[in-house]
Structure formats: C-alpha cells, structure tokens
C-alpha cells in the first residue's frame, strides 16, 4: 500500500487548494505500466470518496492533457525568450558555495537537473534570476510560481480543455519531496477563479504571501 495527495483547488477561504490523501495498492517497478496502474489505482481511491474526475498532470498520464501540462512539456519567458520551465527552475539555484547557472536555462530539462546534481555545492539558499533573488520559502513557491506564469498566457485554452476536478502528479511523494505540478496547477485554477492570477503571476512576493507554509 501507499498513500499519495490528490490536488483539489479551493475557490474560497484561506487556502489555495484542498489536498487530500489515499491510500491504494501500490504496484512497484520503473516500468511505465506499473507507473500508470499506480495512477488509476490513485484515481479508483479519490472517486469511491466522492471525488469527480481527476487528471493525472505528469509526462506518464494517459490524457494527453496531462502530458501537455507536466512542467517538463511547459515554457516560460525571460527576457522574450521561451526556455524550459524546469531548466529555469534548475539554473536559477543559489548554493551556500556557488550558483546561480542561468547558462543551463537553455539545456533541456533533464540535462539541467542532472548538471545540477553534479555541481551545486552546499544548502540551496536563494533562487536569483536576471539580478533579482527570490525566497526559499515557501519551500514550493519558487517552483510553483514559475509554472504558473508559463500558464498565464494560455488562460483563454485551459478554460476552454479543463474540465477536471482534481489532480495528481504519480510521481510525488510528499515525505520526500517538495515541488508539484498537480498542486501548482490547482494554484493556478485557484488564482484564476479569484481573479487574482495576473497579479499573482507578476509579483513573487504576493503570490508566495497566499500560500500556506510547507
């Protein structure tokens, strides 16, 4: 058995979105098939709780759709220029010894994750783009931040495609790890139904001052 979050974004009150656990029956191995029955074992859970239909946001979703929105498949804008999301994320990281790398924001995602890996040296303390630094905390909003402003632009298209009340990323653990692109994309939804999301987009500290601390 395994317990994982599924994602839900709450249009009112104090917090963003609404996360809620299940446990199912995990089926272990890094083959895809077994990735994929994880994800319908997860969604079978959410519905016998009541929970309408969920959209599994990572590169191992069924739906297309999914795929379309896993932060490995988005882009966000610097400068006019279009580069990787996560390759943003990556090279933006400010090491007690050395960083940031903003030369890796045009490296494909995986091979800025895995330049990372072998060359940051000490605590991450800080993210730093173009001069500007960001806070580490919350622990996610850097990340999410920068998912949702590569949205922001296609507001009108996720409007008109996503009809799903709930969402999950197979891949996250939340005893391991930190950042989520179900929980960032019902962020997003939030945002967007409270009329807040361009202001949100275009100022870190506002968006990071709606978040609840993890």
């Not at 979105?17 to 199912?24: M, P």
């Not at 995602?109 to 991450?124: H, M, S, T, V, Y």
Request: aromatic content about 12%.
């Amino acid at each position: 058995m395994a317990t994982r979050p599924v994602f839900l974004p709450s249009y009112e009150g104090p917090n963003l979105v609404d996360e809620r656990h299940f446990d199912f029956p995990w089926s272990s191995g890094f083959a895809e098939v077994q990735k994929k029955k994880n994800v319908r074992a997860l969604h079978e859970a959410a519905h016998s709780s009541g929970i309408g239909e969920v959209l599994e946001i990572s590169s191992k979703s069924d739906v297309e759709l999914g795929r379309r929105l896993s932060a490995f498949s988005l882009k966000v804008e610097l400068d006019g220029e279009m580069l990787p999301l996560e390759s943003v994320y990556q090279g933006a990281k400010v090491f007690r010894e050395n960083g940031p790398f903003p030369e890796i924001m045009t490296l494909s995602p995986r091979e800025a994750k895995q330049f990372i890996r072998e060359n940051g040296k000490g605590d991450l303390v800080k993210f730093r783009i173009r001069s500007k630094d960001y806070s580490i905390h919350p622990k996610n909003a850097f990340y999410d931040w920068l998912y949702i402003r590569s949205l922001v632009s296609h507001s009108a298209w996720i409007e008109k495609n996503v009809t799903y009340s709930a969402f999950t990323d197979i891949e996250f653990n939340p005893l391991k790890q930190v950042n989520c692109q179900a929980r960032a994309f019902s962020e997003y939804l939030s945002l967007h139904h409270r009329n807040i999301l361009h202001d949100a987009a275009e100022n870190f500290d506002y968006f990071s001052s709606l978040l609840s601390p993890i």
